[in-house]
Structures are given as structure tokens and as C-alpha cells.
């Protein structure tokens, strides 16, 4: 059985891009929710085997707090991606234990070996 992604973007046109890449590299995307509010409510209604997220988001909550809040309820591997370098953002996406965070604008091969190492 595949593996399912749930892609947490809040720029659909990323999320739409990365949602092809998960499906040529054996994945089963879920869906590409926008916001955190959208990605709790979508591992509530069915948890992915992994998050795929965007450090900012729009709205009130960012995606690191969003990765703690998921973690309160449901032990789910995430993986930040970020186009941004500050090392306090960093750090604070760090202290939530990911999987790893990975430039926005690095290759999207780096997922799939962050993916293919996580599930192997």
C-alpha cells in the first residue's frame, strides 16, 4: 500500500506541484490544505503516514505551531520546507523534531530522499 502525504502550502500552485512530484515518486498525496487549520482538520479526518510542510503559512498560525499541535494528538513524521534561512526560524522549527527542513528551492529530489529514507 502506498504511502500517504498530506502537503501543508498555502501558494496552490506550489502545493499542486508538489502534489504531482508525490505521485511520480510513489506517493499518495492527500490533499494540499492551505492553512493549519485545513491540516488539523485533515489529520483528524484521515492521518497521513507524513506531513509535508510549509514553515509559513497564512493565517494565525504558522506551520511550526501547527506541527506541534499535530504532534500533541498523533506521532506523525513532518518535514519542513521553507524558502526562508533566518537560524531563529530554524531553530524554532527544529525543536518540534522533523524529519528534516528543506529549502523551498532545492531540488525536488531532496523530498523523495527524505521520503524514501523514512519509509525504508
Same mark, same amino acid.
Given at each position: ?38 491540516? &488539523?482538520?485533515?489529520?483528524? @479526518?484521515?492521518? *497521513?503516514? #507524513? $506531513? +509535508? ?7 494565525? /498560525? ?27 526560524? &530554524?531553530?524554532?522549527?527544529? @525543536?518540534?523534531? *522533523?524529519? #528534516? $527542513? +528543506? ?7 531532496? /523530498? ?9
Amino acid at each position: 500500500m502506498k504511502k500517504t502525504i498530506l502537503i501543508v502550502e498555502d501558494e496552490i500552485l506550489i502545493g499542486m506541484m508538489l502534489s504531482e512530484n508525490m505521485e511520480d515518486f510513489g506517493y499518495t498525496p492527500l490533499e494540499v490544505a492551505t492553512t493549519a487549520e485545513e491540516a &488539523l482538520a485533515a489529520v483528524r @479526518a484521515s492521518p *497521513p503516514d #507524513a $506531513i +509535508l510542510m510549509d514553515i509559513s503559512l497564512s493565517g494565525s /498560525i504558522d506551520g511550526i505551531e501547527a506541527a506541534l499541535l499535530i504532534k500533541q494528538h498523533a506521532d506523525i513524521p513532518v518535514i519542513f520546507f521553507t524558502g526562508y534561512q533566518d537560524p531563529q526560524l &530554524l531553530q524554532r522549527a527544529g @525543536a518540534t523534531q *522533523p524529519v #528534516a $527542513i +528543506l529549502d523551498k528551492l532545492g531540488p525536488a529530489e531532496a /523530498i523523495e530522499e527524505v521520503l524514501n529514507n523514512l519509509f525504508s
